[in-house]
């Protein structure tokens, strides 16, 4: 089995207009959310998430919400068939961030080193810069930036592909994986 590493927010659900997923009610998959972690699971890839939580440090959420919340997540991405084998996460904001919150390497770094696979011969799908440059800076096998941010657009010159959606970001790493 491999693995993928995946940006939640953004990525595998729509992030809300203020960016911050609150409660149960904020989560909406994309419309092909199922279908792409579906054709990972086909193809014998496991995906660990590797997510930023602002809202803890604001005071919006508590971590307890923010399992609550992810436990809710993988309930509804499970009719994909998808191995979640972890969920990393940071609750740090950018003022305060370390090097474990992302664009800092660390929490790809120590997914490796608890599940025992080599960082470089991984992708991270992500909707942002922050995403791309973890995995650049994590020596991933590259970081394949997808262009489903809220009301922003991303470009990304560091990452290995751009992809529209989520499911030609999977189709790419099922390709070159
Ligand atoms: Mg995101």
Partial sequence: MRIVLLDRDGTVIKDPVDYRVKSEADIE?????????S???????????????????????SEDDFWRIQFEVLRQIAPSGVKVVD?????????????????????????????????????MIGDNDSDIEAANRAGCKGGVLVKTATNKEVICDSAV??????TEAVKYIVENG
Wanted: charge should be negative; proline fraction near 3%.
């Fill in 29 to 37: 998959l994309f419309d092909d959310t199922i279908t792409s972690l």
């Fill in 161 to 166: 592909f751009s992809a529209e959606t989520l």
């Fill in 87 to 123: 969920t990393y996460m940071n609750g740090e904001d950018d003022e305060n961030a370390s090097e474990w919150r992302k664009p800092g390497p660390l929490m790809l770094l120590k997914a490796a080193e608890e599940h025992g696979f080599n960082i470089a011969e991984v992708y």
């Fill in 39 to 61: 054709t990972l699971a086909k193809h014998d890839f496991a995906v660990i998430f590797i997510t930023n939580q602002v809202g803890i440090a604001e005071g919006l959420i």
